[in-house]
C-alpha cells in the first residue's frame, strides 16, 4: 500500500517524561465512570449484564493453542480474564481504575491476583510476552490510541493476535464524556498498519461496533460477518487496496454460501491506497430483482449482465464508503460479490467534483506550481468534500504531492481527517505548516468571531496562506439571496449553507487584505468563479445533486470542469482567493496570468452540460418528496377558479382562515373569470391576503387553473372550487399523504354540504375515457375509518393538491378541453409518465352541490364531456390501442346518439362527435410527444380504472350494443375480464366489470363540478 508522505505535523504527542497517571485520568477513569450515573449499569447488576466472549474462545484456540498467555486491556472487573481461564487460557489483565480492580475480589474471584493497575500507553511487559491482547470498547478512552497500538504490537509474540471492538465515529450517535479518541475504520486500520499489525475489520452485533482482528506479522486473519472463517460472499482478491466488509441488513450463510440481503443493506468499502482506485463491483443474486446501488448516497449506474448478475463501475475516493443495496422485492441471496480494483490519477476523480469545488481547489494548485511549491505540509481548514453520507474526494487529490492534513466541523472517513468545533483553537503549534488552505469558511464564521478566527489561522500558517470565500463584492449577495429562494420555491426546503452567508453577512475583502498586510504578509487578490456561470451551474445542480440523479450530476460537473476548470477564474467572481504571504514577497507578477484573459462562453458552457444522458426525470422530484423532513410543513398555494360567485367564494375563504396549517406557509391565489358581480373589488377590500388574477371573460377551468400554477411561488398548488368548504385539517392530511406516498398528485375525499355523503373518494374511468366517482353517494359514516391514502387514476379537480413543477411539467390541464374531464386526463397522463396519484380520505372538504349556477347550458357540457372523453383515449393510451379504442369510441359514440332517451342527449353527442374529430389532428400530435416520455405501459395502468366496461350511459339495449361493438373493433381483449352482455330484465347498465363500488348507473354527468369556472 502506496501511503502518503510521513511526515504528520501537528499530531499531539506526549512528551516521555509526562506521567500518565494524571487527576484528570484518574476522574475520567475512577469509581464513578464504572457504576456511576454515565456507565449505564448499576453497580450491583454489572456483573449479571457484562458481555459474553464465548464466541472468541474456539477461534483464538485454534489460531494461539490452548495454554497460551492473554492480557485483557481495560479489565474492568476482570470477567473476561475469568472467562479466558475457564477456556484454558493463561490470562491477565490490566486496568486504569483501581476500584474496578478491587471489585474483581467479589465479582470476578478467579481472575483476583492476576490483575495490575496501569494504563495502556506504557505497558509494564517484557517484549513478545503474550500470545493474545483484546481490548474490548477501551481504544476510543485513551489518549494516545496509536501508541497503545505500538505497545501491543512489541509485547505480542510473532503471529500473536490483537482484537479489539471500538464505535464508529461517523455512526455512533451518543454522546460519551469519557470517549475521548473516537475515530474512524479508516484511522483505525491505518493506525493498525503503522504499528506492524495485519488488520482484518468487520462490524458486528451494531453497525457502529468496528471490531479489529489483527495479527502481528503473517496474512490478515480470516474473518467472515459472523464468524470466524473466510467471507464466502466476498471475493476482493482482485482489488489490491480495497477493503470490502459487510455491515447491516445480512443474515446468516447459507449452506450454498450465500447470505440474504434486505433492502437498505450496506457494505463497507475502504480504499487504503493514497490515490483513487477505478473499482468494478460483480453482484450474483439467486434469483434476478431489481436492484440499486447508492455509493455514499449516491445512486450508481448498475448493468444486468445476465440472470441474476450485476455489474457496476465507479471511482473510490481514498478512505472509507457507504455502498447500500435497494431491492424491488425487499430482499434478496447475495450469492457472490466479487470486487476489481486498480489505482488512477487523482485528477480523473478531481474532474467528477462539483464545479464550484473543483474550480476553486484547482486554482489553488494553480497557485501553488506557479510559485514553485510543490511539496511540502498542508493544513486543509474546512475542506470536507461531501456531506452527512459519505464525502466525494479529498484534499490530497488535488495536491498528491504534498502531506495534507484536513480539519472541518464535519466529519469524515479519511484517516488524515480530523473533525473540531468552528470557533475552537486549532491543535497545532505555531507557523506548523508550510501552507495553509480554507476555502468557503470565513463566511460562516460568525461576524463578531471572524478576526480570531483569522489570527488563529494566521498562527499555524508557516509561509502560505489559501483564502478564498464569497466576499461582499458585486453581485455575490444577490447570487446567494437568488438561489435561496429559488431552491425554497422550488424544491421546499431551505439551503443551510447559503442560509449561513446571508445570516452572518458576506466578510469585507478590503478589511481582510488590511488584516494581513498589517503583519507584513503580502497579499494577491485573484478572482475564483465566474458569477454568471456559478449562478447558471448552480440552478442545474439544485436540480441534480440528489442521490437518484448521482450520475447526471456527475456527467454535468464533470463536463463543465473538462469544458473550464480553472479557466472560470475571471471577474466579476462569486469568490475571490486571497494568496497570502507571510514573508512578504511578491507574487504579484508570477500569478498575472492565472486569471483568464477573456470571458467563456456561455453557449460552450451550455454545450457542455445538453448530453442527453444529463437529462432531469422524474427521480429527483420523487426523491426530494420523500427526503423532506415532517418538521418543515410544505408550502402551499391556494388556487382557486371564480366567475360570478363571490357568495360562494365568502365561505370557501372563511373555511380557509380555520385551517391549522402555518398560514405563513400559505397564498392563496383566484382567478377571477370575467365576473359581473363585484368579486374583484370585494377580495380587495376583505381579502387583501388574496392574490387576484383576471380575466374579461369566462375562461373555463383548464386555463386559470394552469394561470394559477405558473402565477404561484410555492412548491405545491391547492386547487379548490369556490363552493367547497375544508376541514381544519385538509392541509396537513394532504401534505401528509404527501410525504408518505411521494405522490406527485393528492386528491381529498369531498363529501356533500351535511358531511353525510361521499360525492368523490377516488376514480373510476371506463375504457372509452368516462371518468366518474368511486363510492358516489356512499354514506360517509360507513368509510370514516379510512385516512390512509390509497392509489387513484386521478383526483377531482374540486380539491386537489399538486406539485407546482410536476403539474407544469407533465403539462398542466389540456386547457383545449375547456372545462370536463380536465382532471381525469391529467391523473390518467401522470401514471403514464411515471408519477403517481393517490386521494387521501382523510383530507375532507364539504361541497355545495349546484353552489355554482351553469354558465353553460346542459347540451353544451354534455358535448364537451363525449369530446374531452376521446381526445383523452387517443393521448394517453399506447399507440396500437388508441387506435382500436378511438375507432370503437367513435362508433359507440353514434350509438348513444341513435339510442339516447331524450333529444337534447343525441344533439350533445352529435356535436361532441363533431368536435372530437375537429380536434383529433392536434390530439394526435399531443399524443406522439407524449409517448416518448411515457414511462409506464396500459397494462401496468389498467387496474386503476378499475371498470372499465361501465356504461356512459345507462339501459339494456346500449349496454349490450357496447360489448358487440367492442368485439368487432377488437376492443374485448384489452381489459381482463372482457365485458358480458347484459341480458333482458337485468339492472340498467349492469356489467361484469371491475370496481363495483363506482356504479355503473353513475352517469358522466355526475360529478362535482357543475360549471367550467369553479
Excluded at 505 to 512: E, K, R, Y
Excluded at 599 to 613: G, I, Q
Excluded at 916 to 928: D, F, I, K, S
Aim: hydrophobic fraction near 40%; glycine fraction near 8%.
Amino acid at each position: 500500500m502506496r501511503e502518503s508522505p510521513s511526515h504528520r505535523p501537528g499530531m499531539p504527542r506526549r512528551p516521555e517524561n509526562e506521567p500518565l497517571g494524571s487527576p484528570a485520568l484518574q476522574e475520567l477513569y475512577g469509581e464513578g465512570y464504572f457504576h456511576g450515573s454515565n456507565s449505564g449499569f448499576a453497580h450491583e447488576g454489572y456483573d449479571r449484564v457484562h458481555a459474553t466472549w464465548d464466541h472468541w474462545m474456539p477461534w483464538l484456540r485454534q489460531e494461539v493453542g490452548a495454554g497460551a498467555r492473554w492480557l485483557d486491556l481495560g479489565c474492568a472487573y476482570g470477567f473476561l480474564v475469568a472467562d479466558a481461564r475457564e477456556n484454558g487460557f493463561r490470562a491477565f489483565g490490566m486496568d486504569a481504575s483501581g476500584f474496578a480492580l478491587a471489585q474483581a475480589a467479589e465479582h470476578a474471584p478467579d481472575a483476583s491476583g492476576r490483575l495490575v493497575q496501569g494504563h495502556a500507553e506504557v505497558l509494564p511487559f517484557a517484549d513478545e510476552a503474550f500470545d493474545v491482547v483484546t481490548a474490548f470498547d477501551l481504544l476510543e478512552h485513551v489518549p494516545d490510541p496509536e501508541c497503545l497500538l505500538a505497545e501491543v504490537a512489541r509485547i505480542l509474540r510473532p503471529g500473536g493476535v490483537f482484537l479489539a471492538a471500538t464505535p464508529d465515529a461517523l455512526v455512533f450517535d451518543r454522546e460519551e464524556p469519557t470517549h475521548i479518541s473516537e475515530h474512524v475504520p479508516s484511522w483505525w486500520v491505518r493506525a493498525c498498519d503503522r504499528a506492524g499489525l495485519s488488520t482484518a475489520l468487520r462490524f458486528f452485533q451494531a453497525e457502529y461496533n468496528c471490531e479489529l482482528i489483527a495479527r502481528r506479522g503473517g496474512a490478515v486473519p480470516e474473518i467472515s460477518f459472523d464468524g470466524f472463517a473466510r467471507e464466502t460472499v466476498v471475493d476482493a482478491g482482485r482489488a489490491p487496496g480495497l477493503r470490502v466488509a459487510l455491515r447491516r441488513g445480512f443474515g446468516a450463510a447459507e449452506p450454498d454460501g450465500g447470505r440474504v440481503v434486505e433492502e437498505g443493506a450496506a457494505i463497507y468499502l475502504l480504499n487504503e491506497e493514497f490515490a483513487p482506485l477505478s473499482v468494478r463491483l460483480r453482484l450474483r443474486l439467486r434469483d434476478p430483482v431489481g436492484l440499486c446501488l447508492r455509493l455514499d448516497g449516491r445512486l450508481l449506474e448498475v448493468a444486468r449482465k445476465e440472470c441474476g448478475a450485476y455489474e457496476v463501475d465507479f471511482l473510490l475516493s481514498r478512505g472509507g464508503h457507504g455502498l447500500v443495496v435497494g431491492l424491488d422485492e425487499g430482499w434478496a441471496c447475495l450469492l457472490e460479490l466479487v470486487a476489481e480494483a486498480e489505482p488512477v490519477d487523482h485528477r480523473s476523480l478531481c474532474l467528477t467534483m462539483p464545479f464550484d469545488l473543483y474550480e476553486r481547489y484547482a486554482l489553488s494548485a494553480g497557485v501553488l506550481e506557479k510559485l514553485g511549491v510543490r511539496e511540502g505540509t498542508l493544513l486543509d481548514v474546512g475542506g470536507t468534500m461531501g456531506g452527512a453520507q459519505g464525502h466525494l474526494g479529498w484534499t490530497g487529490d488535488f495536491f498528491p504531492c504534498h502531506a495534507v492534513t484536513v480539519i472541518d466541523t464535519r466529519a469524515a472517513d479519511v484517516p488524515e481527517h480530523r473533525t473540531l468545533a468552528i470557533d475552537g483553537p486549532l491543535p497545532f503549534e505555531d507557523r506548523s505548516f508550510e501552507t495553509v488552505v480554507s476555502q468557503d469558511v470565513l463566511e460562516h464564521v460568525p461576524s463578531a468571531a471572524r478576526e480570531a478566527w483569522l489570527e488563529e489561522i494566521w498562527r499555524v500558517t508557516g509561509r502560505l496562506l489559501l483564502l478564498a470565500c464569497p466576499w461582499s463584492t458585486p453581485g455575490v449577495e444577490e447570487a446567494d439571496r437568488a438561489l435561496f429562494d429559488r431552491i425554497r420555491r422550488e424544491y421546499d426546503y431551505d439551503h443551510g449553507f447559503l442560509g449561513e452567508h446571508l445570516a452572518h453577512g458576506h466578510p469585507d475583502l478590503a478589511a481582510t487584505r488590511r488584516f494581513f498586510e498589517g503583519r507584513g504578509a503580502s497579499v494577491v487578490e485573484l478572482p475564483s468563479g465566474d458569477l454568471s456561470i456559478w449562478t447558471a451551474m448552480q440552478a442545474i445542480n439544485a436540480r441534480l445533486s440528489h442521490p437518484c440523479q448521482g450520475e447526471d450530476y456527475r456527467r454535468a460537473n464533470e463536463a463543465l470542469n473538462r469544458q473550464l476548470g480553472a479557466r472560470a477564474a475571471i471577474a466579476p467572481a462569486y469568490r475571490h482567493l486571497l494568496v497570502i504571504d507571510r514573508e512578504g514577497r511578491e507574487n504579484g507578477p508570477c500569478l498575472a496570468d492565472l486569471p483568464s484573459a477573456e470571458r467563456p462562453d456561455l453557449t460552450c458552457v451550455a454545450e457542455a452540460v445538453s448530453d442527453p444522458t444529463i437529462a432531469t426525470p422524474r427521480e429527483w422530484r420523487l426523491w426530494t418528496r420523500s427526503d423532506r423532513g415532517a418538521e418543515e410543513p410544505l408550502r402551499i398555494a391556494l388556487a382557486i377558479v371564480s366567475c360570478n360567485g363571490r357568495a360562494l367564494l365568502e365561505s370557501c375563504l372563511a373555511s380557509i382562515g380555520e385551517l391549522d396549517y402555518p398560514s405563513d406557509r400559505i397564498e392563496i391565489l383566484v382567478y377571477d373569470n370575467g365576473s359581473s358581480d363585484g368579486t374583484i373589488a370585494w377580495l380587495e377590500q376583505n381579502h387583501p391576503e388574496v392574490r387576484v388574477l383576471a380575466a374579461d371573460r369566462n375562461e373555463g377551468f383548464a386555463a386559470p387553473c394552469n394561470r394559477l400554477a405558473r402565477a404561484a411561488s410555492s412548491s405545491y398548488v391547492c386547487f379548490l372550487n369556490n363552493d367547497v368548504q375544508v376541514e381544519p385539517d385538509f392541509l396537513t392530511a394532504l401534505t401528509s399523504a404527501a410525504r408518505r406516498t411521494g405522490a406527485a398528485c393528492i386528491g381529498a375525499r369531498v363529501l356533500s354540504a351535511d358531511g353525510d355523503t361521499i360525492e368523490f373518494d377516488g376514480g373510476t374511468m371506463n375504457f372509452l375515457g368516462h371518468g366518474a366517482p368511486l363510492r358516489s353517494g356512499a354514506r360517509a359514516c360507513d368509510h370514516a375509518a379510512d385516512v390512509e391514502p390509497v392509489d387513484s387514476l386521478f383526483a377531482c379537480g374540486a380539491a386537489m393538491l399538486v406539485e407546482r413543477e410536476a403539474f407544469l411539467e407533465a403539462g398542466g390541464f389540456d386547457e383545449s378541453y375547456f372545462a370536463y374531464f380536465e382532471d381525469v386526463d391529467f391523473g390518467w397522463r401522470l401514471w403514464t409518465m411515471g408519477e403517481r396519484c393517490v386521494v387521501a380520505p382523510a383530507a375532507r372538504v364539504r361541497h355545495r352541490e349546484h353552489g355554482s349556477e351553469s354558465l353553460l347550458p346542459p347540451g353544451r357540457r354534455l358535448a364537451l364531456l363525449e369530446r374531452n372523453a376521446l381526445l383523452s383515449v387517443v393521448k394517453n393510451y399506447e399507440e396500437e390501442r388508441a387506435a382500436r379504442v378511438l375507432r370503437c369510441g367513435l362508433a359507440l359514440l353514434a350509438e348513444r346518439e341513435r339510442l339516447a332517451p331524450d333529444p337534447e342527449r343525441r344533439s350533445a353527442c352529435r356535436e361532441g362527435l363533431f368536435a372530437a374529430t375537429t380536434a383529433l389532428p392536434a390530439a394526435e400530435r399531443r399524443a406522439v410527444e407524449l409517448r416518448r416520455r411515457r414511462r409506464r405501459t396500459d397494462a401496468e395502468i389498467a387496474a386503476l380504472f378499475r371498470d372499465p366496461w361501465r356504461p356512459p350511459i345507462a339501459g339494456d339495449r346500449y349496454a349490450r350494443r357496447q360489448v358487440e361493438v367492442a368485439r368487432v373493433f377488437g376492443a374485448c381483449d384489452l381489459f381482463d375480464p372482457a365485458p358480458q352482455a347484459t341480458s333482458e330484465g337485468d339492472a340498467p347498465g349492469a356489467t361484469a366489470g371491475q370496481g363495483r363500488e363506482a356504479t355503473s348507473a353513475t352517469p358522466i354527468t355526475k360529478g362535482i363540478r357543475e360549471n367550467p369556472c369553479a
